[in-house]
């Protein structure tokens, strides 16, 4: 009897040990990228955000204050994929939204593959949308390896590059809108048809109901003192209004494509989000991830720009969204879910806005390839030796120039030199130079971190500071300089500490770090390195 006591007890402690040794792991991980996000915005409208949202996150999560995105071009596809893939568009294939394609001689858009259908509309579509272009394993990716393809992944924004690239090739599913139906739709990559929670939640048509609210300022318009005023001659109107003033009204309804430029359209993703959330029962038996992004921010950001009153209230109502979504997610997982919030870029001052106020800025039309082939075909005879400047990126048709017996090397310094007379031109490189570091060494890094072997371009076009890419109207992005890649990067959650970190951190860490934290293996081709402050102080890590 003594003896099988003993035994007894034996086993109810090699029992309790085995439950105590068992891998820590939350329930679900929500990857938030807000499209467009500055990192000044944090702190921009920081005495006008509720106690729920950002200022949640700064209270009882990390922050990273000098995150960096560390490659060119800071555009929406490259960085969807850097967050998730862990490296720059040199190693993850994603060189910018779309790139010359030598091979075919056409323009390729980043997810587009014409092996795939699109399902969601009403009537399944020839070409669609995939992550086949994407060349490493993402988080998603590796999640589900490290739990025998137990765990699921889903990605979700307006966009469909920003659903698609951060959940990677093995992701359960995309999800992103629909302009002619108001539809969340996806591809036969994932599927062959939307699961049932997905076509209930169309047939909602919320879309609809969503795009025939004026967008009215959520508070007097007097208030938002951290802008300019309203109607500015360099703001862009939505398409179908005459000029960019408050009450923005979206045709009546009439054009689904509009409810992108609204704030209504975070609303439509955080409702999604939701649906897919309980639709898939994610978190229930292991770690899932939904990677989470708001499209809306961008796509108004290039009309108004980063000091229009719209950003503000734009950003405003995301600030009460994310707080309520939080909550919503404190009610399902308690302290059981993790949070990364971070942007793909920033975005340049409108140089009309800069003018107003004598800082310096300018714009400057980088795409020149129509101009420089007739100069170059005057010089030397060559009809065509620029195939393409997508992404102020020259393709040289090398075969042409040879045959017709002139130098590379001639065709470049007369490039160079037709180039360098514009005034928003910084410099012109090549391949080469970058590769035996012409530029500054910080510049120099991350055009050799943007820089694919195969996909790249043989000459780039690098602006000066303060430079936007086309006219004074609106924003955009897409360069070396702090206002296009300095962005937020918010942990939260499990196992997360309040602090803050101001060290200079890469965009490139995000994915390497969140692997530390679940415990996987960083995706196939990680540069980053894992931020450690980040990571919990306490035995078994």
């Not at 720059?88 to 014409?114: E, F, L, Q």
């Not at 005023?229 to 209004?241: C, K, L, Q």
């Not at 009809?383 to 065709?411: C, E, F, M, W």
């Not at 060494?441 to 430079?467: C, E």
């Amino acid at each position: 009897m003594k003896t099988h006591i003993i035994l007894l007890l034996a086993i109810l402690i090699a029992g309790n040990s085995l439950c105590a040794q068992q891998l820590d792991r939350p329930k679900l991980v929500v990857g938030i990228m807000v499209d467009q996000m500055r990192w000044d915005y944090l702190y921009r409208y920081y005495d006008r955000y509720g106690n729920t949202g950002f200022k949640r996150l700064l209270r009882e999560g990390f922050s990273c204050e000098q995150t960096m995105i560390n490659y060119v071009p800071s555009v929406t596809a490259c960085g969807h994929a850097a967050v998730y893939t862990g490296t720059g568009p040199a190693m993850n294939g994603i060189i910018g939204n779309d790139w010359y394609d030598r091979k075919s001689g056409r323009s390729v858009y980043c997810v587009y593959d014409s092996t795939v259908n699109t399902i969601g509309t009403g009537k399944t579509l020839a070409g669609g949308m995939s992550p086949r272009n994407l060349q490493s394993t993402t988080v998603g990716d590796e999640l589900c390896i490290g739990t025998g393809f137990q765990s699921r992944v889903v990605g979700i924004a307006l966009k469909d590059r920003a659903a698609i690239l951060p959940a990677g090739q093995g992701a359960d599913a995309a999800f992103w809108y629909d302009d002619a139906t108001g539809n969340f739709t996806s591809s036969t990559w994932y599927m062959n048809s939307l699961p049932s929670w997905a076509a209930a939640f169309n047939k909602e048509q919320r879309a609809a109901k969503y795009i025939q609210l004026p967008w009215k300022t959520l508070y007097p318009i007097s208030s938002y003192t951290a802008s300019t005023a309203d109607d500015r001659h360099y703001e862009v109107p939505i398409p179908g209004e005459d000029k960019p003033v408050f009450i923005h009204q979206f045709n009546s309804g009439k054009d689904y494509d509009l409810l992108k430029y609204s704030p209504w359209g975070n609303t439509l993703t955080f409702d999604f989000a939701k649906a897919a959330i309980q639709g898939y029962g994610l978190g229930r038996n292991v770690t899932d991830m939904v990677a989470l992004s708001f499209s809306t921010p961008d796509i108004s950001g290039h009309s108004f720009g980063p000091d229009a009153i719209e950003m503000e209230d734009m950003y405003l109502r995301l600030d009460k969204e994310l707080g309520a979504f939080l909550r919503w997610l404190d009610q399902r997982y308690g302290n059981d879910y993790l949070v990364f919030l971070t942007a793909d870029h920033g975005a340049i001052n409108s140089p009309g806005f800069l003018q107003d106020h004598h800082l310096p800025g300018i714009a400057e039309k980088m795409s020149r390839a129509i101009a420089l082939n007739e100069a170059i075909n005057k010089q030397f005879s060559i009809s065509r030796a620029i195939l393409s400047d997508a992404g102020s990126q020259l393709y040289l048709d090398t075969a042409a120039i040879s045959k017709a017996g002139v130098s590379l090397a001639n065709i470049r310094q007369f490039i160079k030199a037709q180039l360098k007379t514009l005034p928003g031109v910084g410099d012109v490189v090549t391949t080469d130079e970058i590769h035996n570091g012409y530029l500054p060494a910080p510049f120099n890094a991350m055009y050799l971190n943007g820089l694919h072997t195969k996909r790249s371009g043989d000459m780039m076009v690098v602006p000066a500071p303060g430079v936007k890419n086309g006219s004074i109207m609106g924003t955009t992005h897409g360069t070396m300089y702090p206002y296009d890649t300095h962005i937020p990067l918010i942990w939260f959650g499990w196992h997360i500490t309040n602090g803050n970190s101001h060290r200079n951190i890469s965009i490139t860490d995000i994915a390497p770090t969140l692997c530390a934290l679940l415990h996987i293996q960083m995706p196939s081709g990680a540069t980053g390195q894992v931020i450690e402050e980040v990571i919990p102080r306490k035995e078994g890590w």
